[in-house]
């Protein structure tokens, strides 16, 4: 009997983590739709790789729901993501925090909504959330970006209680320091360079690496979540208050 092919639908494709995870699945045998903002980015892929381009913004919900329509996946990774720049929550731009929050996690939540019902219909399938330590830890100048990781991996709990028995596995990946291009519009060349240097970044192949091996577990088996941090990095620790906000 012929196995069909596996369908997996990842979200930001065209750069740094959801890259990486396409071209590996990709390269371990499944059809990948690869959904980006960046046509040419996404036809390279096309070309060099094989993967489906999906080429759209996730905040265009109509055009998202008419693209997903009658397709069959069978594994969801939930990637896309921004970071708004680095300031102290009194000083952020209202439009900063809500774009952070729509492709955070309304376009997660979006994005779920429109694949699980096939999903667990189909008695079968794997959804990721790509986390972060800014979700578990305070992160200063990042609290609308740790907020929507935070709300994220709660989602994720949560929605394992709701479909559980359905077949459908559910795992967030929470990921520390990975060199990518999410800071390219927040800090400068150099200030990215020392960043990543101080603590020998993890890569994105090291994320799509274990995202792989837990895609590989048996079916009864669902890994729920995963911290990936670089060896050298930890979170957390005490902080002090200010005197005052002169
Ligand atoms: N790098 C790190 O240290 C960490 C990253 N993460 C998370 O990993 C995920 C991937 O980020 P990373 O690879 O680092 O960053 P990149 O900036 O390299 O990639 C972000 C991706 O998101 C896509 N994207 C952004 N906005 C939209 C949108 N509106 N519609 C469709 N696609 C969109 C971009 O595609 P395009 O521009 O083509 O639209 C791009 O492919 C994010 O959720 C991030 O929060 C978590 C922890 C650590
Ligand atoms: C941006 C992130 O999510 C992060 N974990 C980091 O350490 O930079």
């Not at 376009?107 to 972060?132: C, E, N, Q, W, Y």
């Amino acid at each position: 009997m012929e196995i069909p092919e596996q369908i997996a639908l990842v979200t930001g494709a065209t750069s740094g983590i959801g890259k990486a995870i396409t071209l590996a699945l990709s390269k371990a045998g499944f059809q990948v739709i690869a959904l980006g903002r960046d046509p040419v980015a996404l036809e390279q892929m096309q070309h060099t790789s094989g993967v489906r381009p999906l080429a759209l913004d996730l905040l265009d919900r109509e055009a998202l729901a008419g693209a997903l329509q009658g397709e069959k996946i069978d594994v969801l990774v939930n990637n896309a993501g921004v970071i708004p720049p680095a300031v102290e929550f009194d000083q952020m731009d209202q439009n900063d925090i809500d774009a952070t929050i729509a492709v955070n996690l309304s376009a997660s939540l979006a994005t779920t909504r429109l694949v699980l019902p096939g999903m667990m219909a189909r008695k079968h399938g794997h959804v990721f959330f790509i986390g972060s330590t800014a979700g578990q830890a305070a992160f200063p100048s990042m609290a609308v970006y740790g907020a929507t990781k935070a709300a994220i991996s709660s989602f994720a709990v949560a929605l394992r209680c709701d479909i559980s028995g359905s077949g459908v596995r559910v795992t967030e990946i929470v990921a520390g320091r990975v060199e990518t291009n999410l800071y390219k519009e927040v800090l400068n060349d150099q200030a990215r360079t020392d960043m990543y240097g101080a603590f020998d970044a993890v890569q994105p192949e090291d994320v799509a690496a274990m995202l792989l091996s837990v895609l590989q577990m048996p079916a009864h088996v669902d890994v729920t979540r995963f911290d990936i941090l670089p060896t050298a990095q930890f979170v957390g620790g005490g902080g002090f208050a200010k005197k005052d906000n002169e």
